[in-house]
């Protein structure tokens, strides 16, 4: 299976979607794909959104919606989307009730922007509490598959039925292997800060422009072994990505953009602290932050620099159509 056959995959999905939804539902559901402001509306936090939310669907409307999903994830990445929304009820009894947002895992809402599977670009997205999936869809053939983002709260479940249970488990695991791998000049050029940010630098900026620099320690200054960890960290936030996908964008960093990467880590050590890290390249950033909730609430995202909301395939669509 190649892009082409997962965009393919994508625009049934969408379609078949729309078509299960009546006129109030599509209503909701649907958004221009010229409404940028709204397209590039992103977040990770509970708050009003605009699209369909899986509570307002009865029970085939939700099969469908997560049907649709299935195509934007992985295997690997669909479980960890689960395991996220199942924390919700968790959260609620831990917080307790009278929030204007309530933790619920029928909070997360389907929009679908222009019309699926046509010549014209188009794009979906599925977000709510700790999740947002966004794509932009080009000629069939081409896709824009972030921002990604997969957060965590409780990052571990510390009581009841699922004690232990950890929805972002590599993520935080591998960053510290890595850190835990350095010697010690390497780890004082990894380490950039002794106190964490308080959530990942980038937020929810529509396009990453500046706010992060390369700094900490480059690739080329690892040994083998070190940038082994390093390649398997990274690889959790692409293989979040549809198979084919993840493929495709796995080959575009294998070069000089995964030998260009540098590693910052900021905060504890050792778990239990606030911690926080980022993997830049030229072309991609990962970024992880663990300090709210006593360092048990995790932010994972995944970005393209030069792609995020399809922006380079839109340039290119739009260049080539007025050529």
């Known amino acids: ?24 539902g599509q209503q909701k559901a649907v958004i221009d794909f010229a409404d940028t402001v709204e397209r590039e509306n992103w977040h990770y936090i509970p708050r009003d959104r605009a699209g369909l939310p899986l509570k307002e669907m009865d029970e085939k409307q939700r099969e469908l919606a997560h049907a649709l999903v299935a195509t934007g994830v992985s295997a690997q990445g669909y479980e960890k989307l689960s395991t996220i929304m199942s924390l919700e009820p968790i959260l609620a009894e831990l917080e307790g009730g009278g929030r204007r947002f309530p933790r619920d895992p029928e909070l997360y809402y389907v929009s679908v922007f222009g019309a699926p599977g046509t010549d014209a670009p188009w794009g979906w997205r599925f977000e709510g509490h700790h999740i947002s999936l966004n794509y932009t869809l080009v000629e069939g053939r081409m896709l824009g598959p972030t921002p990604l983002f997969f957060g965590s709260n409780p990052g571990e479940v510390r009581h009841g039925e699922q004690t232990g249970l950890r929805a972002l488990k590599e993520e935080e695991d591998l960053g510290r292997q890595l850190l835990h791998a350095l010697d010690g000049e390497q780890k004082t050029v990894a380490i950039v800060d002794e106190q964490a940010p308080g959530d990942i630098i980038t937020t929810n900026v529509p396009y990453v422009r500046g706010e992060v620099q390369p700094e900490g320690l480059g690739s080329q200054e690892m040994n083998a072994a070190q940038r082994d960890i390093l390649h398997a960290l990274v690889e959790t936030y692409v293989k979040r990505l549809p198979e084919a996908v993840a493929e495709a964008e796995w080959a575009r960093l294998a070069g000089a953009d995964l030998q260009a990467a540098c590693f910052a880590w900021a905060g504890a050590e050792e778990r239990g602290g606030p911690h926080y890290y980022r993997v830049l390249g030229p072309s991609f950033l990962a970024e992880y932050d663990n300090t709210q909730n006593d360092a048990n609430h995790i932010h994972a995202v995944w970005r393209d620099l030069s792609n995020d909301f399809g922006e380079d395939i839109l340039r290119r669509h739009y260049k080539e159509g007025h050529a």
């Open 1 to 24: 299976m190649d892009q082409a056959d997962t965009v393919g995959r994508m625009a049934e999905a969408a379609s078949n979607f729309l078509a299960g939804l009546d006129a109030t």
